[in-house]
C-alpha cells in the first residue's frame, strides 16, 4: 500500500470515529423538535440558563435546571439512565457544556443541543413558553 493511500485511509477511520463521536455527544433543534412532535421524546429536555431567562422563554417541554445546581443531590431524583438534552443561550454560551460535563460525571447520559435556544427560537421559530404574567426585563 501506497504511503498516500495508506494516509487516506487512517484519516478516514479517523474521521469516522470523530463524527460518530461527535454525534453520540450532539443534536440539534430540528431533531430534538422532530423528536417532541413525534412523541418519541425518552429525554428531559434540559434548560440550564438561570431561572430568570428560563422563565422569559424556554424550549416547550423543557425543564430549568441552571448549570450552577447541578449536583449530586439536586440529580437524584432522576434515575441514571436518563437521557438528558441540555442547552443554553447558543453558540457564544458554554454553559451546556458544562452542564453536560457534569452530567456526565454523575453518570447521566447527555446530549448536547446545539444552537440552543437562540436557534430554536430565533431561526427555526420552534414553539416556545413564555412569561405573560408580567413585562419582560
Known sequence: MSNVSHFLEHNAQKSVQ?????????????????????GDNNFVLLDVRSNEAFNKSHAITAINIPHIEITQTRMAQFHKDTLFVVYCWGPGCNGASKAAQKLSALGYLVKEMIGGIHYWEDFERYPVNRCIDEAQK
Open 18 to 38: 470523530y463524527f460518530t463521536h461527535k454525534l453520540a455527544c450532539e443534536t440539534d433543534c430540528s431533531d430534538v423538535y422532530a423528536d417532541i412532535k413525534s
